[in-house]
């Protein structure tokens, strides 16, 4: 029982969850007071005590149904199980009635029967075979293809779970139920694949393949699209916690100057004798950014996440601006003004921005060029200036002299690189030629690195 | 369960006897917890049971208006409890959370004992200014010497700064406070403790270690619809069905604030005072207002449930 929890609880730690010995504690403590048996809440009684940040839940869960996928008390044993994966032989059932066994059972949120469904669904479709060493998803296309869920959803939605179709939001209502609940049965053939494969193969070489990536630990570059979508939602907590720690921050940095009025006013209550000394607040000293993000292709997901992360905390600086290029440049600090959702701006960005002046290949040396002359004046000593791109600059000429320029203007000039740093100079990458001129270059491919980043900013 | 027993190793340390556990299994909890009007998950349910069961204190994480410190509003009720709270703020300090000297009063025992007797010494002065007739007892100290039973709320405490949290760490572990000049104070019984945090800043490492963590988020349409009938009274069963059912299509809409569950309440409370027995689009549009704050997030819902495709 501690071995499965011990193995469980080093998978979180290959998943890059925080789990610590006293929390190992807790969570032995806890398997003693609720039952294995009592599947769902013995997983929330385990998540409590080792999952305390819900950023990380999802992978928690997944690793939880690969490690306790279907054990009951007194099965922990860790291998491969023996030969009880023959399906139970029911009485064969024609596609139709399967069907409407199935929506029968959605109208009625019967779980069980749900959950059945689901496992009859995986031993019927999905084919399994023995040690092959494909991942769930091959099995779950080869499930979903044969259920047709879509006509599933519009039979369900015909039923009127919410109330009668006389208008159109109930009969949208009606739907979104439908869809739901379909989408929560979907879950269950997840969990039932799940199931069937650490049956087969033991749940440490299940979890070698099901593993989660952590939102922040995600590659931006290569992310794929349901990836990019979790990174869009973990935007908006990481900005609020980025903005509260920097003006935190610049609150704490220092007190302002002694409050005469105030200290005299709180002598009174102790005989005038100012026991309690006020100061007033701090002027907080903002820096200006400048932002200089390459869209070009590959590298644009890494800069409108950016893009989006400096607006959100756009009030941590005294001005913010934002310029995009690939062979030309435009300002586009106006979205950002115009809309108080970054996902908008982002997206007029990729639209509207006027970014390509001759055959849309980035070139980095005409950008800056453009860039600096845009610029002109409205750069003082308090200016940081913040570079995104690869520098692969597709063989045009660099001219860093105008970043050396620039840097004679300015506070410091960044580069954040979204490219393993091991492709650095390879091919037409040209970085080596603009970091003399930079305060640094960094490698900055996921949010981790650049939450990092942007909080070391003085 | 006795070697591991957390409880029993707590009551140990404190020189108490071993408080009977407030709840026989979660789904108690949940009923307890009906009884007065909260509506628990299961999850919710299973993470105080375990709270009570390990002694721990629960750090309650999630959006706005979803009933964390409703949460233990209900557990106190539910347990028959008096409920302690600590309203935390930036700049909240120990004389604030934990106890103070009341120095005026002392500076009053000094100067009335100047006049009445020249002769008393300053270690009997001393003994009797740090004793505990001149200590202020705030909430933290408070929940721990009470001798009625307590649920203690330490709410928002992701406001305070992050070296203010220390103050917590000693209470929250060991159920004591330690005063230099009294010495330590310890529990007389183990309070339940919750902690309720926006997530407005990570929390540290500490203080988390010495809690058992409780995401509230959203609940599921049924939920929701049992929430509100049970808090809207007068209600019919299908509005309150189809409002659930409406606030649950608009979370899943990218909206810049989504409705929280007393929103929910607040828009089931104006349609039935007026008199509305059914959800229809022009009575959504009419009140979408309570439902949702912003210009653009209301346009959105517009587009999304309201403009027939």
């Known amino acids: 029982m501690f071995d499965l929890l011990s193995r469980f609880i080093a998978e979180l730690r290959r998943v890059g969850l925080p789990v610590s010995l006293s929390e190992h504690v807790d969570a032995a403590s806890a398997m003693e007071v609720i039952s294995i048996g009592e599947r769902e809440t013995f997983k929330s009684v385990l998540a409590a005590t080792l999952v305390k940040d819900s950023t990380y839940r999802d992978a928690f869960d997944t690793a939880f149904e690969v490690y306790f996928a279907g054990r009951q008390e007194g099965d922990l044993d860790l291998g491969p199980g023996g030969d009880s994966g023959t399906s139970p032989a029911g009485p064969e059932r024609s596609e139709k009635e399967w ?15 749900l959950r059945d469904a689901a496992r009859g669904a995986v031993e019927r479709y999905a084919g399994f075979e023995r040690g092959r060493p494909v991942g769930g998803a091959y099995y779950r296309y080869r499930t979903l293809r044969h259920l047709d869920l879509d006509a599933v959803t519009e039979r369900l939605s015909a039923l009127e779970l919410i109330g009668p179709t006389d208008n159109e939001l109930v009969e949208k209502l009606n739907r979104d139920e439908a869809e739901r609940r379909v989408s929560h049965f979907e879950d269950l053939v997840d969990q039932a694949i799940l199931e069937r494969l650490v049956e087969d193969r033991g749940a440490e070489a299940v979890a070698d393949s099901t593993r989660e990536t952590l939102p922040e630990d995600v590659d931006v570059m290569h992310a794929t699209r349901d990836e990019l979508a979790d990174l869009e939602r973990a935007l908006a907590p990481l900005s609020r916690k980025l903005a509260s720690r920097l003006a935190r921050r610049r609150r704490r940095r220092r007190r302002g100057p002694l409050d005469m009025r105030h200290t005299v006013r709180a002598s009174l209550s102790t005989g005038g004798v100012p026991l309690d000394i006020k100061f007033r607040p701090p002027r907080p000293a903002k820096p200006d950014l400048v932002v200089l993000a390459d869209i070009s292709g590959s590298v644009a997901s890494f800069a409108r996440f950016t893009l989006h992360l400096v607006h959100a905390i756009s009030e941590e600086f005294s001005k913010v601006r934002s310029f995009v290029f690939v ?12 809309t108080d959702d970054p996902g908008v701006a982002a997206q007029r960005i990729a639209t509207e921005a006027d970014v390509v002046a001759f055959d849309g290949h980035s070139d980095y040396g005409r950008a800056l060029e453009r860039f600096v002359e845009m610029l002109g004046a409205d750069v003082t000593r308090r200016t940081t200036v913040l570079i995104l791109g690869d520098a692969r600059s597709n063989y045009h000429p660099a001219r860093p002299e105008f970043l050396a320029d620039l840097r004679e203007r300015v506070k410091a000039i960044y580069w954040l690189n979204p490219e393993p740093r091991g492709y650095w100079n390879s091919g037409d990458s040209v970085i080596a030629l603009y970091e003399p001129h930079c305060e640094e ?12 980043f942007v909080s070391s900013l003085p | 369960m006795s070697a591991l027993d957390p409880r029993q190793a707590l009551a140990e340390r404190l020189g108490i006897e071993v408080p009977a556990p407030r709840f026989d299994s979660p789904a108690q909890v949940g009923d307890l917890l009906a009884g007065v009007d909260y509506l628990p998950s299961s999850e919710i349910a299973a993470v105080t049971f375990l709270a009570d069961r390990l002694a721990k204190p629960v750090l309650v994480e999630g959006p706005a208006g979803t009933g964390k410190t409703a949460l233990a509003a209900a557990v106190a009720a539910a347990t028959g409890s008096r409920l302690i709270r600590l309203q935390c703020y930036e700049g909240l300090d120990e004389s604030k959370a934990l106890y103070e000297w009341n120095y005026r009063k002392q500076l009053l ?10 002769t008393a010494s300053w270690s009997d002065l001393e003994e009797d200014i740090f004793s505990d007739d001149f200590l202020l007892t705030r909430p933290l100290l408070e929940a721990i010497t009470a001798p009625d039973p307590v649920v203690l709320l330490i709410d928002e405490v992701d406001r305070v700064e992050i070296e203010t949290e ?5 209470i929250l572990s060991e159920y004591q406070v330690s005063i230099p000049e009294l010495g330590t104070v310890r529990a007389r019984q183990i309070p339940m403790v919750f902690l309720t945090s926006n997530a407005t800043r990570e929390l ?3 203080l988390k270690r010495r809690c058992v963590f409780l995401h509230v988020g959203y609940p599921d349409p049924e939920r929701e619809r049992d929430i509100v009938t049970t808090r809207v009274p007068g209600i019919a069963t299908q509005l309150a069905t189809q409002i659930a059912q409406m606030v649950y ?20 409370r104006t349609l039935v005072i007026l008199g509305h027995e059914e959800l229809g689009p022009d009575v959504a549009a009419e009140t979408l207002h309570v439902l949702l704050k912003y210009q653009s997030d209301i346009a959105a819902a517009h587009e999304a449930l309201l403009s027939g495709e």
């Open chain 2, 204 to 206: 540290s490492e500490a």
């Open chain 1, 99 to 113: 069907s409407e066994d199935l929506v029968d059972a959605l109208a009625e949120e019967n779980e069980p029967a």
């Open chain 2, 166 to 170: 220390a103050l917590l760490l000693e």
């Open chain 1, 441 to 452: 270059v960094l490698e900055c491919r996921t949010l981790r690195q650049l939450e990092e």
């Open chain 1, 327 to 338: 062979d030309g440049v435009d300002e586009v600090t106006r979205f950002f003004a115009e």
């Open chain 2, 249 to 268: 299509s608009l979370r899943q809409l990218p909206l810049r604030k989504a409705p929280s569950v007393s929103e929910t309440l607040d828009w089931a």
């Open chain 2, 109 to 118: 025992r000094i100067q009335a004992g100047r006049r009445a007797d020249e």
